[in-house]
């Protein structure tokens, strides 16, 4: 797995925010997972939605979006210019899918490493734990599945963006100079 710095920026800036949070108007950590596992329930949620939405759009219209050009300003033809074509949306979405697992863990492995919580209140410690273990298993099951999908949807149109494009065009040089080489051996 690649982290990037801002994805550990991200983390950071989060654990500053919950200082304050925790010293002023008493949060606990307990409660900020709650925010925690909404955030990567909105992400999972835009996944199925935006792949759900996606498939029955492509089947109820029977055909694919065809791409115009590979400009920045107008890749498809008959759409708007949207968020989409100009950021990487499904990047922002992954990082805040990663930076709320990492968050999820981190509590796990606070709360099982948490002696004091252990001795002063195990009932509750046992269920932050089974929950998280619980959450975290959830995830698994569903993320492995559903993460290409929407890896792969939003690289194609209408929600191509620049990287997408240069992804694509490097793809067909390699796909090209491999069959080049695959015919010269053939020869």
């Given amino acids: 797995i690649q982290?990037?710095?801002?994805?550990?920026?991200?983390?950071?800036?989060?654990?500053?925010?919950?200082?304050?949070?925790h010293r002023f108007a008493h949060v606990t950590h307990t409660d900020l997972n709650f925010v925690v596992y909404g955030l990567a329930l909105v992400c999972v949620l835009l996944f199925i939605y935006l792949l759900y939405v996606m498939n029955k759009r492509s089947i109820a219209s029977g055909r694919a979006v065809q791409c115009e050009d590979t400009t920045t300003q107008s890749t498809i033809r008959?759409?708007?210019?949207?968020?989409?074509?100009?950021?990487?949306t499904e990047t922002v979405t992954l990082r805040v899918l990663q930076v709320a697992l990492f968050l999820i863990s981190?509590?796990?492995?606070?709360?099982?490493?948490?002696?004091?919580?252990?001795?002063?209140?195990?009932t509750k410690t046992v269920v932050?734990?089974?929950?998280?273990?619980?959450?975290?298993?959830?995830?698994?099951?569903?993320?492995p599945r559903l993460v290409p999908m929407f890896a792969a949807l939003m690289a194609l149109p209408p929600f191509v963006d620049p990287a997408n494009v240069k992804?694509?065009?490097k793809t067909m040089?390699?796909?090209?100079?491999?069959?080049?080489?695959?015919?010269?051996?053939m020869t």
């Fill in 3 to 21: 982290v990037k710095p801002v994805t550990w920026i991200a983390v950071l800036i989060l654990f500053l925010l919950k200082v304050p949070l």
């Fill in 78 to 88: 008959g759409h708007k210019s949207t968020v989409h074509n100009k950021i990487s």
């Fill in 106 to 122: 981190y509590t796990l492995a606070r709360e099982v490493a948490n002696a004091s919580a252990w001795k002063q209140n195990p």
């Fill in 128 to 143: 932050v734990v089974l929950t998280n273990v619980a959450g975290l298993m959830l995830f698994a099951l569903v993320l």
């Fill in 167 to 169: 992804i694509m065009l």
């Fill in 173 to 185: 040089l390699f796909t090209m100079e491999v069959s080049m080489q695959n015919d010269l051996m």
